[in-house]
């Protein structure tokens, strides 16, 4: 996007200044469809192959509107690419892929290099690739983002499902007791996300959402973060009272260990809207220590 924005800008410089500085100003569809026969070559140019991908979305982002089957004829093109392990021509694949996926017919063509991608070793891979799998591809590779969900290194694939869960949220939805399980993994990011990605999934269930809080608030969960500002979400959008379990939750976090889960706590109780001047007093008394505290927080 910075890249095309650049593009934009000179474009504007260029018409008040009479010049042509930018190489992609005039380009021809036909002629940039002709070039992308050069994906099929061997062995692969990454360079040569990289510029022609800018070109092509450049030509998008302008405008230029691609057909069903010349979108798919280049994707069917760009799966040879994968054979390259050139990184920038990697990740213009997968912008590419982005770009073309609502146009082109046949997605499907290029899930196979995508779920390569994104079991293999590359780490550099899994996530991007994860990110470019659409609704329309999401059957297919079920199990597998499922599997990397309770994978050793997970917040990548629960970061792209909480991203996912706005495309396919009845597919995300089904995953909800792998999700469950990566609470257990002992990264304080993973359980963040984790728990993000758990509300996203039961947000419209507020019984199952105050059952969740309840339950890990009665854990060792290293990182509570997430959790006070659902309960505040719970306690503003229900009226609830400063005596129930939610707040309840989000006072035990004043008596956290870690001095950010504390300020957290106490600024959240600042903005409830039911909080009662004894309550606003134990959240300030924990600001003013902070405010002179010699520690930056």
Known sequence: KAILASFRKQDKKDEESGTSGNPYKNLEKASVLQEARTFNETPINARKCIQILTKII???????????TEATEIFFAM????????????????????????????????????????????????????????????????????????????SVALTSSVH???????????????????VNNDNIMVQYHELALLYQIRRTDK??????????????????????????????????GTGSPMYDFIDSCLRHKNEMIIYEAASTIVSLKCVTPKELSSALNVLQLFISSPKPV
């Open 58 to 68: 450049y030509m998008i982002n302008q405008g230029e509107q691609l057909g069903q």
């Open 79 to 154: 799966t040879k690419l994968f054979q390259s392990k050139d990184m920038m021509l990697r990740r213009m694949i997968y912008l590419s892929i982005k770009e073309m996926s609502t146009v082109a017919n046949d997605v499907i063509i290029v899930t196979s290099s995508l779920t390569r991608d994104m079991t293999g070793k590359e780490d550099s891979h899994r996530g991007p690739a994860m990110q470019k799998l659409y609704a329309s591809m999401m059957q297919s590779v079920e199990r597998y983002m499922k599997q990397t969900i309770v994978d050793k290194l997970p």
């Open 164 to 182: 996912l869960m706005r495309q396919s949220p009845e597919v995300v939805k089904r995953w909800v007791n792998e999700v469950q399980e990566a």
């Open 207 to 240: 019984h199952t959402i105050r059952k969740l809080i309840v339950k890990f608030s009665k854990t060792a969960l290293r990182n509570p973060y997430t959790f006070i500002r659902i309960a505040a979400n719970l306690i503003n959008e229900e009226g609830e």
